[in-house]
C-alpha cells in the first residue's frame, strides 16, 4: 500500500495491498479501499463507505452517501472497474490510467473502440449512470 503522508486514513479504515491513497485524500473511519484501487488526489472516501479492487476513485471525487456514484465492472479487454461521480457541477469518469469529465471519456472510448461492443458497454454504463443521477436529482 501507499498512503501520501499528507492523507487521512480514519479510525478503523483499511486499505488494500497495492493500494494507493493520494496526496490530501481522504478515507473515512471505518471504509476500505481494496487492494489495488486508488484513491487520487484531494478524493474523500466517507465513513463506512468502501472502494472495491482495482476500483478507482479520481483526484477531487468525493464518495459520500449524500451524492451518488456509481462503479461498473469489469469493462473492457482488461476487465477494469469503472467509476462514475460528480465533481462539482460535472460528471466525471476513472477507469485504469484514464480520468476525466464525461465528454473526454467519451472521446477516449470513441478513439480506442469505436464502435465495438466493448465502446458499446462502456457508453451504456456511463449512461446508467447519468440516469441514476438524473433519478436522485443531481444535475449531470
Same mark, same amino acid.
Given at each position: 500500500? &501507499?498512503? %501520501?503522508?499528507?492523507?487521512?486514513?480514519?479510525?478503523?479504515?483499511s486499505?488494500?495491498d497495492?493500494? /494507493?491513497?493520494?496526496?490530501?485524500?481522504?478515507?473515512?473511519? %471505518?471504509?476500505?479501499?481494496?487492494?489495488?484501487?486508488?484513491?487520487?488526489? +484531494?478524493?474523500?472516501?466517507g465513513? %463506512?463507505?468502501?472502494?472495491?479492487?482495482?476500483?478507482s476513485? +479520481?483526484n477531487?471525487?468525493?464518495?459520500?452517501?449524500?451524492?451518488?456514484?456509481?462503479?461498473? #465492472?469489469?469493462?473492457?479487454?482488461?476487465?477494469?472497474? &469503472?467509476?462514475?461521480?460528480?465533481?462539482?457541477?460535472?460528471?466525471?469518469?476513472?477507469?485504469?490510467?484514464f480520468? #476525466?469529465?464525461?465528454?473526454?471519456f467519451?472521446?477516449a472510448?470513441?478513439?480506442? %473502440?469505436?464502435? /465495438?461492443?466493448?465502446?458499446? /458497454?462502456?457508453?451504456?454504463? &456511463?449512461?446508467?449512470?447519468?440516469?441514476?443521477?438524473?433519478?436522485?436529482q443531481?444535475?449531470?
Amino acid at each position: 500500500s &501507499l498512503v %501520501h503522508d499528507r492523507a487521512y486514513v480514519g479510525d478503523g479504515a483499511s486499505v488494500g495491498d497495492h493500494a /494507493s491513497v493520494g496526496y490530501r485524500a481522504s478515507v473515512g473511519d %471505518h471504509a476500505s479501499v481494496g487492494d489495488g484501487a486508488y484513491v487520487g488526489e +484531494g478524493a474523500s472516501v466517507g465513513d %463506512h463507505a468502501s472502494v472495491g479492487y482495482r476500483a478507482s476513485v +479520481g483526484n477531487g471525487a468525493r464518495i459520500t452517501k449524500d451524492r451518488p456514484w456509481c462503479s461498473i #465492472g469489469p469493462l473492457g479487454s482488461d476487465g477494469r472497474t &469503472l467509476t462514475i461521480s460528480m465533481v462539482g457541477d460535472e460528471v466525471w469518469c476513472w477507469t485504469g490510467c484514464f480520468g #476525466g469529465t464525461a465528454a473526454q471519456f467519451l472521446e477516449a472510448v470513441a478513439d480506442k %473502440h469505436d464502435a /465495438s461492443p466493448m465502446g458499446d /458497454s462502456y457508453r451504456a454504463a &456511463l449512461a446508467f449512470a447519468e440516469a441514476q443521477f438524473k433519478a436522485f436529482q443531481v444535475p449531470a
